[in-house]
């Protein structure tokens, strides 16, 4: 009964080690916002600019959870790239927006419409014959999919098509890459040559293109070969992939994944004590990431270990940890614990406690298709109970099916555990002759995989495997035995050097008795000079607060002069009845209240020297709204650096954001309707400040000439750009957007950047 236990247990553990490949496969670009910040701070290039916008996007995209700031952050930065892919008719730049499009709305949850956009971003690369950003289009469609049967059927279908495509463009790495997931689907689908093909095929395009990384693809082809119950060829792959993964330091959820399948292979062989080794050292990297997914997998192969060598105890803990800690959400696993709750009670011979998984087991086999994988180990659930409790009337069928199925994948270690269960079946009933034929083949299938010359293989590549870690952890005591005789030295030499210091020191000390006596003496007149010292900076200091209080005075009187012109304007705008004047009244109010908060600000805070740029632009845009009342159809999302300006560079800034929020609240939305203002603030590493004012209104009329334009407000904010020394560029295309760059005064400082959305 133990050789039936260990033919089901199998199944589920392959079938559920091989997800994980597909869960964590693809590769990620290794970039990080704070570095792209920087990048775009000084490209120039309207590609490189486009490239950087939609990676920046990917970034915010991509960080952990989904968070409605961080979507929002996406979303804006991939409509600057679409905008200005459309502007340079830079049409592969506009397509990668496009299908970023679909990605972040399925982030946000809108499958709907994400499936809407990633559709229009194929048709739009069909159309302008983009063969790279079409197959990018058919792996993102595959994402909509799930991994049960039909789902991968649809994945491998569109992950075929892109395959092609890449092969037609001409890029090696990426077609590469998609033979490996292609192969990758064909395995989960059974179609175990197909798949290895597809894997040989991988493997070859990568080696030519000197590709280093090839851990992955290693781990895939390990694992066809266990399918395929070739496990001296399987552990080979394996071992390779580890010694791959280790020498590129990659400690990656993919490491976990490959200790995993090398844990998986020596417990179809049998090698309890390796393969509790490897799950151990694959659980501790699961454990770092927090991967629900590769504990729910790594634990539950674990628990079917500790239940093989007949620890009941530690194998149902187990269980009870993945119920309670990381509860299944999937077929696969929903199916799997009470598969090893069933087989476990029955290798305890508890089969009241066995019962009712059973029936839960049958449930699922009879609701699940024909073609499911996970009817193999089903099948051998149920036979074992039959067998257990003498049901051989509806024993048979199940049997036959068993047979068939695994005799399809070539896996004679599995067929032969179904014989043994036939053999068992057929002596019961007394069927003397048919069960001497099924115990025959058991024992030559059995034979075939436990020989001896695959075990001196196996045991072989163990060995060598090991071998390299010892060289590798000979060369590691030879650096530190170098390193430790080298510290010897350096302390020989440092006790030679000490001894001669104290020699030194005892000369000093006689010398410095026979000046003992002079230092007293000496010692009364610099106390007297100390006192004077003193006196005198005492004096400094008052003086020094004298005038920071006389400083923050001006500052209050000169906010407070501010304060009452802004109050003489709003009473002259009484008696006032032309518009245009009322209208200039009113912007001069604006600009007098935008250089009021910087005086404000100056005598309210402990430094007279500088203004907090990040709460200027907040108050300043708070006011705005207050005064336009525009909280109902225009929104404004503000991403400001904690930026430091003295009073000479944020005064001519605020009147700038001023003028520019000014125009867009009155002219970029008319007929009240909704938009956004975008607010951007940035310092580069080249002490350069950048100011970005950008809506997505009405913009500017066609034939737009800037030079033409007799405006107080454009030629006001011309002006101060000069004054800041900086460059003032206006752009539009559906909306507009204000770009002013200048270099920062010495003594400014800046922190790490802040965004959110203004309430």
Same mark, same amino acid.
């Given at each position: 009964?133990?050789?039936?236990f ?62 409605k ?24 730049g506009?397509a ?6 679909g ?43 799930d991994?049960?049967?039909?789902g ?8 075929? @098509?892109? #395959?092609?495509? !890449?092969?037609?463009?001409?890029? &090696?790495?990426? /077609? %590469?890459? +998609?033979? @490996?997931? #292609?192969?990758? !689907?064909?395995?989960?689908?059974? &179609?175990?040559? /197909? %798949?290895? +093909? ?14 280093? /990384? ?107 940890v ?26 305890m ?17 009879e ?6 994988a ?49 053999y ?46 010892k ?21 020989n ?37 100390q006192?004077e ?28 002069n ?117 607010i ?57 957007n ?22």
């Amino acid at each position: 009964m133990k050789l039936i236990f260990c033919s089901t247990q199998k199944r589920i553990i392959i079938l559920l080690g091989l997800l994980s490949a597909t869960l964590y496969g693809y590769a990620q670009r290794h970039d990080n916002i704070t570095d792209l910040r920087k990048n775009l701070a000084v490209a120039g290039d309207a590609k490189n600019r486009i490239d950087l916008y939609l990676r920046l996007s990917e970034q915010y995209l991509n960080k952990p959870g989904e968070l409605k700031p961080d979507l929002d952050s996406a979303m804006v930065l991939k409509n600057m790239a679409l905008n200005l892919s459309r502007e340079e008719s830079l049409k592969a730049g506009e397509a990668r927006a496009m299908l970023l499009d679909g990605k972040i709305r399925n982030e946000a949850g809108d499958k709907l419409k994400a499936k809407v956009s990633v559709a229009a971003a194929l048709a739009f690369a069909e159309k302008h014959n983009l063969l790279i950003e079409q197959a990018q289009c058919y792996e993102a469609e595959a994402q909509f999919y799930d991994n049960e049967n039909d789902g991968i059927a649809q994945k491998l279908q569109l992950q075929e @098509k892109a #395959t092609r495509l !890449y092969h037609e463009a001409g890029d &090696r790495e990426k /077609e %590469a890459t +998609a033979l @490996k997931y #292609t192969g990758d !689907y064909l395995h989960l689908r059974g &179609r175990a040559s /197909e %798949a290895l +093909a597809a894997l040989q095929q991988a493997l070859a395009i990568y080696k030519q293109i000197g590709f280093r /990384e090839l851990q992955g693809v290693y781990n895939l082809i390990g694992n066809v070969y266990t399918q395929m119950g070739n496990y001296h060829l399987s552990i080979k792959y394996e071992l390779l992939s580890a010694q791959t993964a280790e020498a590129l330091g990659d400690n990656s959820l993919q490491l976990s994944s490959i200790y995993n399948h090398i844990a998986l292979t020596y417990y179809f062989l049998k090698q309890d004590k390796e393969a509790l080794f490897y799950w151990e050292k694959a659980k501790a990297i699961a454990q770092k990431y927090n991967d629900a997914g590769y504990m729910q997998t790594i634990l539950s192969n674990m628990a079917t270990s500790w239940v093989r060598l007949k620890q009941y105890k530690k194998g149902l803990d187990v269980l009870a940890v993945i119920e309670k800690k990381y509860p299944p959400t999937e077929m696969q696993m929903k199916l799997r614990i009470p598969y090893i709750y069933f087989n476990t009670y029955m290798s305890m011979r508890q089969y009241a406690n066995a019962a009712p998984y059973y029936h839960k087991l049958r449930a699922f086999q009879e609701m699940l298709p024909n073609d499911d994988a996970n009817l193999v180990y089903l099948y051998s659930s149920i036979i074992r109970y039959m067998v257990v409790t003498k049901n051989l009337g509806e024993i048979y069928p199940f049997l036959q099916k068993q047979d068939a199925l695994q005799k399809s994948t070539g896996n004679n270690l599995f067929r032969s555990e179904n014989q043994l269960q036939w053999y068992l079946a057929d002596s019961t009933a007394g069927h003397l002759k048919s069960a001497i034929a099924h115990y025959k083949l058991y024992k030559s299938l059995s034979d075939s995989v436990f020989n001896a010359d695959k075990a001196n293989q196996i045991s072989s590549l163990q060995i060598q495997f090991e071998t390299d870690q010892k060289d590798k952890n000979i060369k590691l005591l030879t650096q530190k035995n170098n390193l430790q005789a080298e510290t010897i030295r350096k302390d020989n030499t440092i006790k030679q050097v000490i001894a001669g210091a104290v020699m030194m020191l005892l000369l000093l000390l006689a010398l410095s008795y026979n000046r003992y006596r002079l230092k007293q003496k000496s010692n009364a007149l610099l106390q007297a000079k100390q006192e004077e010292i003193n006196r005198q900076y005492d004096i400094l200091k008052k003086v020094l607060n004298e005038k920071e209080w006389l400083l923050r005075e001006i500052h209050h009187r000169v906010k407070n002069n501010l304060q009452i012109v802004i109050s003489l304007l709003n009473t002259q705008s009484a008696y006032i009845n032309n518009q245009d004047a009322m209208d200039a009244i009113r912007n001069s109010q604006h600009r007098m209240h935008a250089m009021s908060l910087i005086h404000q600000k100056l005598y309210q805070s402990d430094s007279l020297a500088t203004i907090d740029m990040k709460w200027y632009v907040h108050e300043l845009v708070s006011y705005m709204r207050e005064c336009f009342d525009i909280d109902k159809n225009i929104r404004f999302l503000i991403e400001t650096d904690e930026v430091n300006l003295d009073v000479a560079q944020a005064v001519p800034l605020g009147l700038i954001l001023n003028e520019a929020v000014t125009n867009a609240i009155k002219y970029a939305f008319p007929s009240n309707r909704f938009g956004t203002v975008s607010i951007i603030l940035q310092r580069d590493a080249e002490s350069n400040c950048t100011l970005i004012i950008a809506d997505n209104g009405i913009g500017l009329p066609e034939n737009f000439n800037e030079d033409s334009l007799n405006s107080l407000g454009m030629n006001l904010m011309k002006g101060l750009s000069e004054q800041l020394s900086g460059t003032f560029t206006l752009t539009s295309n559906k909306g507009l957007n204000i770009h002013i760059s200048f270099p920062v005064n010495t003594g400014m400082s800046i922190h790490g950047g802040s965004e959110f959305e203004a309430a």
